[in-house]
């Protein structure tokens, strides 16, 4: 038995699962690693910054790679976007916002575009934009999202969606999924593969800080929580809908509440954050992971992670399989 799905097929991949985009942490690296391994590595241009996508670009050496954007941040600036596109990347991921202004763009140049959505609503919106994969991502995810659905209930509705009014459009599940049992419950509700942050964020080969990692792995999914502190004081103008899902630490429980006071604090609040920031204090500095950090022991290369994620998967639908098999029945005496 292996993993071949719609989305193994499409991508001609070997695994179902594609590395989330994380700003600033899926670099050309991790990308290329989880390419090599068999998935669809993905890097994370994020914000925009069309040298950083260039150094990243240069270290994903020559890998088959895609690239995924904050959507509302190209409407200021789309030079990234194009830096990408010239690249004729495996396909271009869109989260958070309208993704009609640059779908046409995308599938014009004849690349797969890949939409990640929060709601239902969104879903539909997404579809009507033409995405080629959709990526429901529950709330349980680190770093941006909303906290509206859980994955395990937001992906079998928005399946059903998809079965009824775009059956070509491959769905894909993402927040929480850090093993292979994650995987194969996607897969059992519908999904045709995971699109994985917050396990990978926690490899060798991400652009983190190994102090991050240790905290990380010392903590659970109890001690994150979704707040917009961290934005207010990085300056980051994200819609209201948005938050980010931390680790909780001294900064983010001093001001998660408390975030008018915090924009009236900001210049000793920012030059503090900053500070921590250069020091590697992450008791003030943010730390964007999902609550599935709590299951992850270790930080691996993306490759075993990739590996080993699928072959488990693979074995939990294998004995799913063979017990749902009626038991032999004795020959007639």
């Known amino acids: 038995m292996t993993l071949t799905t719609r989305l193994t097929e499409y991508f001609g991949i070997e695994h179902p699962i594609l590395s989330a985009p994380m700003a600033l942490a899926s670099g050309g690296r991790l990308a290329a690693a989880v390419t090599g391994a068999g998935g669809l590595g993905l890097i994370g ?3 925009g910054d069309p040298s950083w996508l260039r150094t990243q670009i240069t270290e994903a050496t020559g890998a088959r790679v895609g690239y995924g954007f904050i959507t509302w941040r190209l409407t200021s600036g789309s030079e990234a976007l194009d830096l990408a596109l ?7 991921m869109l989260s958070f916002g309208d993704l009609h202004p640059f779908a046409d763009r995308i599938r014009g140049a004849g690349v797969p575009l890949i939409g990640q959505i929060q709601t239902v609503a969104q879903a539909r919106r997404a579809l009507q934009a033409g995405v080629d994969v959709l990526v429901a991502q529950g709330g349980e995810a680190g770093g941006h999202g909303m906290s509206a659905r859980s994955t395990f209930t937001l992906l079998p509705e928005v399946a059903d969606l998809v079965a009824a009014h775009a059956p070509e459009t491959l769905v894909v599940a993402a927040g929480g999924v850090v093993d292979g049992r994650g995987l194969a419950a996607a897969l059992m509700l519908g999904a045709d593969g995971v699109l994985v942050g917050t396990r990978l964020w926690a490899s060798r080969e991400a652009l983190v800080s190994p102090r991050a990692q240790r905290r990380a792995l010392d903590a659970g999914g109890d ?3 979704r707040t917009g ?9 994200w819609p209201a809908e948005y938050t980010a899902r931390a680790l909780r630490n001294s900064f983010g429980d001093t001001w998660h509440g408390r975030e008018t006071e915090l924009r009236g604090a900001l210049g ?11 020091d590697e204090d992450f008791d003030t500095a943010a730390v964007l992971v999902g609550e599935g950090v709590g299951q992850i022991g270790m930080v691996r290369s993306a490759a075993d992670i990739v590996e080993d994620m699928a072959a488990d998967a693979e074995r939990i639908l294998r004995r799913a399989v063979t017990s749902a098999r009626p038991a032999p029945t004795a020959p007639p005496a």
């Open 223 to 225: 001690d994150t929580y």
């Open 45 to 47: 241009g994020g914000y």
């Open 86 to 92: 010239a690249h004729r990347p495996a396909a271009v």
């Open 229 to 237: 502190v961290y934005d207010i004081v990085r300056g980051l103008d």
């Open 268 to 278: 000793e609040a920012v030059a503090d954050y900053q500070r921590a920031v250069a």
